[in-house]
């Protein structure tokens, strides 16, 4: 079970998610959130610690995601939305509204290495049940964190689980107990 911690913002809680043994740390790299950072900020926040590290795009063309996946020494592209880029792992974001994830929501391409279905809105939940049947590797998120990681986990069966806004004080801060109680609940439920 891989466990990433996403929206970081600061090497502090870099470190944190490493620390209480996240197996990956997410970049945001979508202006208008309040966890963007730049590629030189991410290439720092990354900097030293083993872990993967994965760039969120929305919307973004194929060749500024190549652009910035070399800027930041990223390791996996997860992208909502537009073409695929040519780099070596790519998750793919799909939002999935509260009924859960459908027949069109299964349909990716067979170049990523991952499909991570995501609630309808940043902090939003869904249905899992639905994503327990699909043969791909699915990543769980949206709104996920200790009270519920468990649950999701059970139905859904997932490769790994993602969690942002569900593990901060406020937004682009990480709350570095939420993000070791979310750790540990994950990785005991898998």
């Known amino acids: 079970m891989i466990v990433k911690v996403c929206g970081i913002t600061r090497r502090e809680d870099a470190e944190a998610a490493v620390a209480a043994g ?29 872990i993967w590290k994965v760039g969120v795009f929305q919307d973004e063309s194929p060749s500024v995601i190549e652009e910035t996946m070399r800027a930041a020494d990223l390791d996996i592209a997860q992208i909502y939305g537009g073409d695929l880029p040519n780099v070596p792992r790519i998750w793919r974001g799909i939002r999935v509204g509260p009924a859960g ?66 593990l901060e004080s406020a937004p682009g801060i990480k709350d570095h107990e939420k993000v070791r109680q979310f750790i540990k609940t994950a990785q005991e439920a898998s």
């Open 101 to 166: 994830v459908g027949p069109t929501s299964r349909s990716v391409s067979k170049s990523v290495e991952a499909i991570l279905f995501d609630g309808a809105a940043n902090g939003i939940t869904f249905n899992w049940n639905g994503a327990r049947n699909v043969s791909e590797k699915i990543i769980l998120a949206g709104g996920l964190d200790a009270f519920n990681v468990a649950e999701a986990i059970r139905i859904a069966q997932p490769w790994g689980v993602d969690a942002s806004s569900g």
């Open 22 to 50: 996240a197996s990956a740390i997410g970049f945001v790299f979508y202006p208008k959130s309040p966890r963007y950072v730049t590629p030189e900020a991410a290439k720092k926040l990354g900097a030293g610690l083993h």
